[in-house]
């Protein structure tokens, strides 16, 4: 089956450092990637919707500067979290959208852990 | 906004079945229903999804009533493993989007 490969899964960094987190389609393309932040017992959050070579959409109340999204390629998108601060500390899970399988193809990656200390 | 209404939580036991309900009264003709799962501290996981008709898979059957109002996943035997929080979408025409709402914190006992 589809799988996506995120990483790292789990990071601590100094507060005002930056933290990329890589995602990965390993055997489909990914035209479309999504980016979700979860805080502790809640629910997914999508902050943001990248496509391969154009620029990421963002969703309403999520700072597009701070949280820098690329996808350069139809397999990889990264999220940059810039300035990094305590209340960044979260669970952030990104989702490939299988080109050939539309709407009935996401796959989401096994989320990265992000400690801001 | 989260187009789906799910109950916060329920238990089920070990064997028996797991039948989780989800409330898309707002659902257009076009749109699917989709359930994914999340255990612990993972990504989600694609359980089943569904335009009209009922649906099984290996892993469950989806029930979606005559009106797309609402419907139902059932776990036919649960297991401990089972244990999770469990999200009913629906996707929004033409917009990719996976909203999430508050899902069902499924507890199977032992």
């Known amino acids: 089956g589809a799988v996506v490969s995120q990483h790292p899964s789990w990071v601590i960094c100094k507060s005002g450092t930056s933290v990329k987190i890589e995602c990965r389609s390993l055997?489909?393309?990914?035209?479309?990637m999504f980016w979700y932040r979860q805080f502790p017992k809640q629910s997914l959050m999508l902050m943001a919707t990248?496509?391969?070579?154009?620029?990421?959409?963002?969703e309403q109340g999520v700072e597009k500067d701070k949280f820098l999204i690329n996808h350069a390629s139809l397999t990889l998108s990264t999220l940059t979290v810039t300035s990094a601060h305590p209340e960044d500390s979260s669970f952030y899970i990104c989702?490939?959208?299988?080109?050939?399988?539309?709407?009935?193809?996401?796959?989401f990656g096994s989320g990265t852990r992000l400690t801001v200390v | 906004d989260a187009k789906t209404t799910q109950p916060p939580s329920m238990d089920c036991a070990e064997g028996r079945a797991a039948n989780l309900p989800c409330n898309h009264s707002?659902?257009?003709?076009?749109?699917?229903v989709y359930w994914y799962r999340q255990i612990h501290s993972q990504g989600p996981q694609y359980i089943i999804h569904?335009?009209?008709n009922n649906e099984t898979n290996e892993m469950a059957s989806l029930i979606i009533t005559e009106d797309r109002k609402s419907s139902t996943l059932i776990l036919p035997h649960a297991t401990l493993r089972d244990t999770a929080v469990y999200y009913c979408?629906?996707?929004?025409?033409?917009?990719?989007?996976?909203?999430f709402g508050t899902g069902t914190r499924l507890k199977v006992l032992a």
């Open positions: 989702s490939a959208r299988d080109h050939n399988r539309g709407n009935h193809g996401y796959t």
């Open positions: 569904g335009l009209k």
């Open positions: 979408i629906v996707l929004t025409s033409g917009t990719y989007k996976y909203i």
């Open positions: 990248s496509n391969e070579g154009s620029k990421a959409t963002y």
């Open positions: 707002t659902i257009s003709g076009n749109e699917y």
């Open positions: 055997d489909f393309q990914a035209t479309t």
